[in-house]
């Protein structure tokens, strides 16, 4: 995201809806588990996961760009 839209809520908005929209879903069509990946250097997003409940289970020492 860019630097000057930070700090504006949009991701915080933008996963809330997904994550609204995502548990009025029939349960017969949601998965169990959802992953996210994300680069240990995007401390913003991790943050932003971690509000929201999302745990580190895994944590690589690489990310592919």
């Known amino acids: ?31 169990k588990t959802i992953y996210l990946q994300v680069s240990g250097d995007n401390l913003p997003a991790v943050a932003l996961y971690k509000k929201a409940g999302f745990k580190i289970r895994e944590s690589l020492s690489y990310y592919l760009y």
């Open 1 to 31: 995201m860019s630097r000057p839209l930070r700090g504006q809520g949009l991701g915080t908005a933008c996963l809330g809806l997904f994550l609204k929209t995502y548990t009025n879903l029939p349960a017969d069509q949601r998965t």
